[in-house]
């Protein structure tokens, strides 16, 4: 029950400082992580078209994080890509939009 107040709280939150387009995204990047965690977790096979589904989800994820970047900033290219000139990725875990 606790827990569940504090998705409520979160959702809540999370809805009041973005938009209802981010908090669905934000939940579709929540199954793709926890079915890619679910592969490797439990040993399953990932066969290509579990992969090409995660692997699309994620580049819609990167993909709207870029145009809502562009949006705010009003920068476009590879000014967009990062942080006020520092070099510094806008998408994180590692990933850089600057590479593709």
Do not use: D
């Not at 009041?16 to 965690?37: E, N, R």
């Amino acid at each position: 029950c606790v827990l569940a107040v504090g998705v409520n709280i979160t959702n809540y939150h999370v809805l009041t400082a973005t938009s209802a387009l981010t908090f669905q995204v934000l939940g579709h990047l929540k199954i793709a992580i926890t079915l890619a965690i679910g592969f490797l977790f439990f040993g399953e096979p990932i066969i290509a078209k579990n992969l090409t589904g995660i692997l699309l989800a994620f580049s819609g994820m990167l993909l709207y994080a870029y145009v809502q970047h562009v949006e705010g900033t009003g920068c476009t290219g590879a000014a967009a890509l990062t942080r006020v000139g520092k070099g510094i990725p806008v998408v994180g875990v590692g990933l850089s939009l600057a590479a593709l």
